[in-house]
């Protein structure tokens, strides 16, 4: 486990320098660089809230591309009992995390964070989650105009609890404003 952390972090880093390796050249910003809607909500299915969650992002900067974005959300997760009592169970997660973003409208998004889902790993569908805290990863394409409007994610998002690696995706439609 701790060789595939490694490789993962590896890959990060790898992506990470080979997008920010560019010549620092003295420009201006064309309207397509600035930043007019930091604002974002959306919801996510699978991915870092779980099962099914809601978040509200900020953009720190007003230019692209590169920036950064703090988001918080809650979301759910369900049991669903087959063949048994027919009783579901469920809670609800809250997801915090920072993501680097790099482009213009498409960009590539790397992110990290925790999500706490209080007492998940009680139950027979989820024991993977073997914690409440699980530090959840997100690396993926997002397409997001920098004026506003439709936005759209995708990607990976392993989640590390404790001494297990969860390999999850997600994908999330919203509105940039």
Same mark, same amino acid.
């Given at each position: 486990?701790k060789t595939?952390?490694?490789i993962y972090?590896?890959?990060?880093?790898l992506?990470f320098?080979c997008?920010?390796?560019?010549e620092?050249?003295a420009? =201006?910003?064309?309207? #397509?660089?600035? /930043? &007019?809607? !930091?604002?974002?909500?959306?919801?996510e299915?699978?991915g870092?809230?779980i099962f099914?969650?809601?978040?509200?992002e900020r953009?720190?900067?007003?230019t692209?591309p590169?920036?950064i974005?703090?988001?918080?959300?809650v979301?759910?997760w369900?049991e669903?009992?087959?063949g048994? =009592?027919?009783?579901? #169970?469920g809670g /609800? &997660?809250i !997801?915090?995390?920072a993501?680097?973003?790099?482009?213009?409208n498409d960009k590539?998004?790397?992110g990290?964070?925790?999500?706490?889902?209080?007492?998940?790993?009680?139950?027979?569908?989820?024991d993977?989650?073997?914690?409440?805290?699980m530090v959840?990863?997100f690396?993926?394409y997002?397409?997001q105009p920098?004026?506003g409007?439709?936005?759209f994610r995708v990607?990976?998002?392993?989640?590390f609890g404790?001494?297990?690696?969860i390999?999850?995706?997600?994908i999330g439609?919203?509105?940039?404003?």
């Amino acid at each position: 486990m701790k060789t595939f952390i490694r490789i993962y972090i590896f890959i990060v880093f790898l992506l990470f320098a080979c997008i920010t390796r560019e010549e620092l050249t003295a420009q =201006t910003n064309s309207r #397509e660089d600035i /930043v &007019t809607a !930091p604002n974002a909500i959306y919801a996510e299915i699978f991915g870092r809230g779980i099962f099914l969650s809601a978040a509200y992002e900020r953009l720190l900067f007003e230019t692209t591309p590169h920036n950064i974005g703090l988001s918080a959300g809650v979301g759910f997760w369900a049991e669903v009992e087959i063949g048994g =009592t027919g009783q579901n #169970e469920g809670g /609800v &997660t809250i !997801p915090i995390y920072a993501n680097y973003l790099y482009g213009g409208n498409d960009k590539l998004e790397l992110g990290i964070g925790i999500t706490f889902a209080p007492n998940i790993s009680t139950y027979q569908f989820y024991d993977e989650f073997t914690s409440e805290w699980m530090v959840t990863t997100f690396i993926g394409y997002r397409y997001q105009p920098t004026d506003g409007g439709f936005l759209f994610r995708v990607g990976y998002a392993p989640i590390f609890g404790h001494e297990k690696i969860i390999l999850y995706g997600g994908i999330g439609l919203g509105y940039a404003f």
